[in-house]
């Protein structure tokens, strides 16, 4: 059998195919005929540029992020970049290859599986590119004339890194990209590339990093539980079947996971000759450990014989994957005999992904933690910024009769339950999905801070008397100075959407046990978290003589109402500097220019009258163009007390036998800035992490970072504030209270001596 007969025969799939053959074979041949000896590459790079994903609204088109789109036979592809430029010292670029395909078309994974061709990238035409690393996220399995295929279909983003020769300057990509896409027929193609980035500073190309960054997630992640699945085992059972003389055994692969399984996968690349087919998976009731049993086969002719063949095997759950090293396929797979934790070779973090107790008695115990820990988030720093609609709502019940001030509180406390379940929904969904996800993840996307933004500042106007809502009839008006069903309903909302940033003791305990949990048991454990934050207003509910109490409305509430405006704009404020960083602002001067923008809106809008507040909204834009215009960066110390925190930040000083303090942080996160001030910022703390024993490092959690929650996942957390200092004895680490004191840091740090 000649060379390109056997490269046909695998392209379209000969061994197996039952129709279509001789048509794909005259369609391929003179095609395929200059590049018959062309081997598939494998590449197994990682993409390692940060980026900043979820940015859905940004403030300026990002100029050289992305070519032309190059039209194919049956898909447009294009090059984007997660960057305008090449930096002024990176020696790498991270870029994406982005391919839309036409309905029911597809291209094909790094191994193919038993036809197919993977894309191939031709650069040899390129300026200032060294090498090019492919990055592959996890592939769907395709079956067709009983052919077993690797594809992705519809449309897919293939990270790439790019080696530059020269740091600093410009990046001239050209060359080509030769796929093969495949439906009822397959088509071999081929499009120019022609992508320049020019050299300098660069600035995060926000559409195209969330883009990138999507399906850089999608890349298979190493066995240590950070993306919620892992391979507890792998076993070669050996198999004789007469009438199936190339079945030779089964790989069976146990597996765990921190979410509900929805349909668990085996690709395998193996030598020549071989294939691992489509598996049979039967999962445990709670779907959350199963076993994947995978018929292995070898033809004849194959040059490999089993006790030599060695195997690569990536699973793949939804968008969720995890990639193995090399391995003889008779020996099977230990994880007992690689290093289990969070990381690459370091063997930190938790050693595993320990099952659930769902007995009664645990799951009792889990209720009660929702409940006290959603009590006490009335009390913690998140929450104080809708004290002034919670006092607003005592205060405007003066003198009513009880069944109306029931009625109030109840509409506010339904609020807050709806608001929960909304939530856990939410989450639920991205759990089916497969997805990495925290407790408040939703304050790291930009677009949910604007439209937050917007809610306040209209409730802000709406107390200064400047922003009145038509009544709905039988419903009310809608706002914080507004009686009625629909006004008590949506603070009950907003002081929800505003608690969630943060995490509170108990809670963080509840909310983990949640997020690994069935979604039913999700679902309920989010609820009882709503409960205990509405249990206030269920108490006035109960005793509604504390708020009939108060004095009667009058001319002194006008005064009140202002106050608690400008508490609002104080929120509005936090919001805002939130935003600016999360859109490349960070520097300090960011809280400066929200202050400005603050008060110069809060002077307008005590004037009450909508032509001098409208001057105010255009004072406040400026000091928040000009801010944006310049985008000033944080500079970092020579002393700082922390360093970026990074996986291999981490592992390097455990192996130089230091100390090590986590501080996993964001802007948005209050607790986490009163930690701050209480714990860290204290003398004696501060002397203690500035020791040459310790390596303090910080992970900022302000803009979506992907290896953040992995982090937090692999520790059994989903919340932060999140503190930890680990031993460089055992590399393990101990994880502090959500609320920080002195006493906490400088004695967990004293027992790593």
């Known amino acids: 059998m000649s060379f390109m007969t056997r490269q046909l025969n695998r392209l379209c799939g000969l061994p197996r195919a039952l129709a279509g053959i001789q048509e794909c074979i005259s369609t391929t041949r003179q095609r395929f005929r200059e590049s018959a000896r062309r081997t598939r590459r494998r590449t197994f790079g990682t993409v390692t540029a940060a980026v900043f994903s979820g940015v859905l609204m940004p403030v300026a088109t990002a100029h050289a992020d992305a070519s032309f789109w190059m039209q194919g036979s049956q898909a447009e592809v294009r090059v984007i970049s997660a960057y305008t430029a090449t930096g002024e010292t990176e020696t790498t670029v991270p870029l994406g290859l982005e391919f839309k395909m036409n309905e029911g078309w597809h291209i094909y994974w790094r191994t193919p599986g038993e036809a197919g ?5 031709d650069y040899g035409q390129s300026l200032n590119v060294a090498d090019v690393v492919f990055s592959w996220p996890v592939p769907t399995r395709d079956v067709a004339y009983g052919v077993e295929t690797f594809v992705y279909k519809d449309h897919v983003i293939l990270p790439f890194d790019v080696s530059l020769v020269t740091p600093g300057q410009p990046l001239d990509l050209r060359g080509k990209v030769d796929f093969l896409i495949c439906a009822d027929v397959c088509i071999p193609d081929s499009v120019a590339v022609d992508f320049s980035l020019p050299g300098g500073p660069a600035e995060v190309a926000r559409g195209e990093a969330a883009l990138l960054n999507a399906y850089e997630t999608q890349i298979p992640a190493d066995n240590n539980g950070g993306v919620g699945l892992q391979v507890a085992s792998i076993r070669f059972e ?6 199936n003389p190339v079945l030779v055994g ?7 996971s921190m979410f509900e399984m929805l349909a668990p996968d085996v690709f395998a690349e193996v030598p020549e000759g071989f294939s691992v087919r489509e ?10 450990s199963g076993l994947v049993r995978s018929p292995v086969f070898r033809e004849s002719w194959a040059p490999t014989t089993l006790a030599a063949a060695d195997a690569v095997i990536t699973v793949a759950d939804g968008i969720r994957g995890v990639q193995l090293a090399e391995f003889r396929l008779l020996d099977g797979f230990d994880p007992t005999e690689a290093l289990v934790g969070f990381g690459t070779g370091s063997g930190v973090g938790v050693a595993g992904l320990p099952p659930l107790d769902l007995s009664p008695m645990s799951v009792l115990g889990i209720l009660l933690l929702a409940v006290v820990g959603g009590l006490i988030l009335n009390f913690m720093p998140c929450v104080l910024p809708v004290l002034s609609l919670k006092m607003f709502s005592v205060v405007s019940q003066g003198g009513q009769a009880d069944a109306r001030i029931r009625l109030s509180f109840a509409a506010t406390a339904l609020g807050i339950l709806v608001s929960f379940l909304t939530l856990a929904l939410a989450f639920a969904g991205l759990k089916l999905a497969g997805a990495s996800f925290g407790w408040g993840v939703q304050f790291t996307q930009p677009a949910f801070i604007l439209v937050l933004l917007a809610v306040v500042i209209s409730f802000a106007l709406n107390l200064f008397g400047l922003l009145e809502i038509p009544n709905i009839p039988g419903l009310g008006r809608l706002g914080a100075n507004q009686r009625g069903f629909l006004g008590d309903f949506t603070s009950g909302v907003l002081a929800t959407l505003l608690a969630t940033p943060c995490s509170a003791p108990f809670l963080g305990t509840a909310i983990g046990f949640a997020l690994a949990a069935p979604v039913p048991m999700l679902v309920l454990i989010f609820l009882f978290v709503g409960v205990g934050l509405a249990l206030p207003y269920f108490a006035v509910m109960t005793f509604p003589q504390l708020a009939a109490a108060m004095p009667r409305p009058g001319r002194w509430m006008l005064r009140l109402r202002q106050v608690l405006a400008l508490a609002l704009i104080a929120t509005a404020v936090w919001l805002t500097g939130v935003l600016l960083k999360q859109w490349g602002v960070t520097s300090d001067l960011r809280w400066l220019a929200a202050l400005s923008a603050g008060i110069i809106l809060a002077a307008g809008a005590l004037f009450g009258r909508w032509a001098i507040a409208g001057v105010g909204a255009v004072g ?15 500079t970092a110390s020579a ?16 192996d130089d036998g230091k100390t090590v303090f986590v501080d996993v942080t964001a802007d948005w996160c209050l607790t986490c800035k009163t930690n701050k001030i209480r714990a ?17 490092l ?17 520790n059994g957390r989903r919340a932060i504030p999140f503190n930890a200092v680990y031993n460089p004895k055992s590399r393990k680490a101990e994880v502090l209270p959500e609320l920080l004191s002195p006493k906490d840091v400088l004695e967990a740090l004293a027992r790593t001596q």
């Open 117 to 121: 061709l993977p894309p191939e990238l």
């Open 238 to 243: 050996p198999a004789v079947d007469p009438d």
């Open 250 to 256: 089964f790989l069976n692969t146990r597996l765990m």
């Open 279 to 288: 598996p049979e998976v039967t999962l445990s009731t709670d779907r959350m």
């Open 620 to 634: 406040a834009a400026v000091p928040l163009a000009l801010v944006l215009m310049i985008s000033p960066q944080a």
């Open 639 to 654: 002393g700082a007390t922390f360093q970026p925190f990074s996986e291999s930040a981490l592992n390097a000083a455990l």
């Open 680 to 696: 860290i910022n204290h003398e004696d703390v501060q002397a203690a992490l500035s020791a040459d024993a310790v390596v303090s």
């Open 698 to 714: 910080q992970a900022d959690w302000t803009a979506y970072d992907a290896s953040i929650t992995e982090y937090l996942a692999a």
